[in-house]
């Protein structure tokens, strides 16, 4: 995944916002091709994020630097042993302390 810092800045506010983005509300940020790419990324994202914070979902999560580009790049991996379940994700190291938070809390 390649994405620019700023862009990388903006989903990371969007994921930590209270209030769930609306293509409707927000209808001028998602009139363009960034925005759109940007709601993508946040669903993906916030469907992450529900895998993780589950609680009737066992699962085993785990962060760390990408061999690719371990400076702008991470590994998310999410499993599930039980349903040998794994999904690993590519994010950038702006939503790292978002998805670390998460992990943290579900401790």
């Known amino acids: 995944m390649e994405m620019d810092k700023e862009f990388a800045r903006d989903l990371a506010k969007l994921l930590a916002s209270d209030t769930p983005p609306s293509r409707n509300r927000n209808f001028d940020m998602?009139?363009?091709a960034r925005g759109r790419k940007m709601f993508s990324y946040y669903k993906t994202f916030k469907s992450i994020e529900n895998e993780i914070t589950n609680p009737r979902i066992d699962v085993k999560v785990s962060?760390?630097?990408s061999d690719h580009d371990p400076k702008r790049q991470y590994e998310l991996m999410v499993e599930n042993e039980a349903i040998r379940y794994r999904r690993?994700?590519?994010i950038p190291k702006e939503v790292v302390p978002h998805f670390?938070?998460?992990i943290r809390n579900r401790a």
């Open 30 to 32: 998602f009139d363009t």
């Open 63 to 65: 962060i760390k630097a």
């Open 88 to 90: 690993k994700t590519f």
């Open 100 to 102: 670390r938070k998460l």
